[in-house]
């Protein structure tokens, strides 16, 4: 161990090698005893190897260097010293990048850490969030002061569309990313399947005319309430009896019963926001134990549908103010909330959330929301939460 640097400058002291039980404990009592001042550290263990990183200030004591590198050579372990360098990526901003696919390989890695590199963004810690295979990696990240983050999630989300193989999301590291507390989610092609609406019209011979409205809706050319009156006129006759017994047995998305259980479970309130229909919305509440059902209310008259609804409609605007009433009712911030959902009339929505999620969207919607996800299910979610694995499976059980 060379001793040519001065004693009051800091040195990075990198150990590598097998891993053992108490070599922490070893190397920081010999720290500890010859007086070294200890600034910063991290080690982490893949597969048996130890990589120990240390930033410390040598004592004037002569021989205590000579002393640690002997008590290194001791442990087997290998021993790089080097000046520490400056602290001023410290001022940099953090973000974290969540990697999830059925399986990550050397390709799919690239192909994000290649983005990463293009802006600039420096890989401080990488570690992985799944237990036999990296199925799933979050990486801590920093970018260089003043370099903003939107190209950055740009070029991901656009990595992310190109394939089917792993979904990426980019989020500042901070406070509110690990206190989110409440999640709000559109019901119909989110939490489950199917949109409710097109089985009640084919189950009632109107779906190509209840189509047709929706494609002129897609393309702007009437608003969301106007179609809503519109597809639901067409449902006027219609046995009650449907509409029940297809809530009675709706198809979940891959993900949701986990997804809540684990919500429910770590403490987090939860919230159907549909534009949807009650029936439907709270009787997948009751089946999952969701705290809350918001939606459109069909009007029925001796069994029934009138082809009328009751009360105000939840259309885009509606969703928005619903996640910040149910917030202030919590006692949250909007920081705290996420919203998820799949269609353009869940922007503003997702807008107003701290993390708004495009799950299985059409690309205008993934664009703008914060973060998107269509290879994985909705137990996605649980990863960009900073769950591991193991943790979800704790929990789930």
Not at 143 to 156: E, K
Not at 190 to 209: C, N, S
Not at 357 to 383: E, N
Request: hydrophobic content about 45%; overall charge negative; glycine content about 8%.
């Amino acid at each position: 161990m060379s001793s040519r640097a001065p004693s009051s400058e800091a040195l990075l002291l990198t150990l590598t090698g097998r891993d053992q039980p108490g070599i922490t404990a070893r190397l920081t009592g010999l720290l500890a005893d010859q007086g070294v001042v200890l600034l910063d550290l991290e080690q982490v263990a893949v597969r048996g190897q130890l990589t120990l990183c240390l930033v410390v200030r040598p004592p004037e004591a002569p021989g205590a260097r000579e002393a640690l590198a002997a008590a290194v050579q001791a442990l087997g372990l290998t021993l790089d010293v080097s000046p520490a360098p400056a602290e001023e990526g410290l001022v940099a901003s953090r973000h974290v990048v969540t990697l999830v696919g059925r399986s990550l390989g050397a390709r799919e890695v690239h192909a994000v850490t290649e983005r990463l590199a293009r802006h600039g963004a420096h890989i401080v810690r990488l570690h992985r969030l799944s237990d036999v295979e990296p199925g799933s990696l979050e990486l801590h990240v920093t970018l260089p002061p003043g370099h903003a983050s939107q190209p950055l999630r740009r070029s991901l989300l656009e990595l992310a569309m190109s394939t089917t193989a792993f979904d990426v999301a980019l989020q500042p590291e901070g406070l509110y990313r690990r206190a989110k507390r409440l999640v709000v989610m559109d019901m119909d092609s989110t939490l489950i399947r199917i949109e409710v609406i097109d089985e009640l019209a084919r189950a009632h011979g109107v779906g190509e005319q209840v189509s047709r409205i929706t494609e002129r809706a897609m393309h702007g050319e009437m608003d969301y309430d106007e179609s809503l009156r519109q597809r639901v006129a067409l449902l006027a006759g219609l046995d009650e009896r449907v509409l029940r017994d297809l809530a009675a047995h709706l198809p979940l998305t891959e993900g949701a019963e986990t997804l809540i259980r684990v919500l429910k479970r770590l403490g987090y309130r939860t919230a159907i926001l549909s534009g949807g229909f009650s029936v439907a919305a709270e009787a997948l509440q009751a089946r999952l134990g969701i705290d809350a059902a918001h939606s459109n209310v069909l009007e029925v008259v001796d069994g029934k549908l009138t082809g009328r609804t009751l009360g105000p409609i939840v259309n885009a605007r509606r969703k928005a103010e619903l996640l910040e009433q149910i917030a202030h009712e919590q006692g949250l911030l909007r920081e705290q909330v996420i919203a998820v959902g799949d269609g353009a009339n869940d922007l503003l929505m997702l807008e107003r959330a701290g993390l708004g999620i495009a799950f299985r969207a059409k690309p205008k919607l993934r664009q703008a929301a914060a973060a998107s996800i269509s290879a994985g299910g909705l137990d996605t979610i649980l990863y960009l939460l900073g769950l591991t694995a193991r943790e979800v499976q704790e929990v789930r059980d």
